[in-house]
């Protein structure tokens, strides 16, 4: 089992950054893909940047592509969203969730809020 836990989350203004952090528990965090969703009021969850176990696949949802980056440290069970020319579209929010096959984890959640 995979516990999850965000942090890093806050209010900032369009145009800035934050760097959102996914500490992990478990010996088997390297064996999980790894992946940041976020939900917006009254929308559904969706899928922002995914890792593979070993780090060397990404995948970005088109609206964040080439303002957010993904990384993983598996020494340290850490996964890490930076997020840079923030918009008001991107206040949601952000899930960690870890996926090995039939099994998923998601963490409670951190809120982002982008301000005009």
């Known amino acids: 089992q995979v516990q999850l836990v965000e942090s890093g989350g806050g209010l900032v203004q369009a145009g800035g950054s934050l760097r959102l952090s996914c500490a992990a528990s478990?010996?088997?965090?390297?064996?999980?893909?790894m992946g940041w969703f976020r939900q917006a009021p009254g929308k559904e969850r969706e899928s922002v940047a995914v890792i593979s176990w070993s780090g060397s696949s990404t995948y970005y949802g088109d609206s964040v592509k080439g303002r957010f980056t993904i990384s993983r440290d598996n020494a340290k069970n850490t996964l890490t969203l930076q997020m840079n020319s923030l918009k008001r579209e991107d206040t949601a929010v952000y899930f960690c969730n870890a996926a090995l096959s039939r099994y998923t984890y998601w963490g409670q959640g951190t809120q982002v809020t982008v301000s005009a």
């Open positions: 478990g010996r088997t965090f390297s064996s999980y893909d």
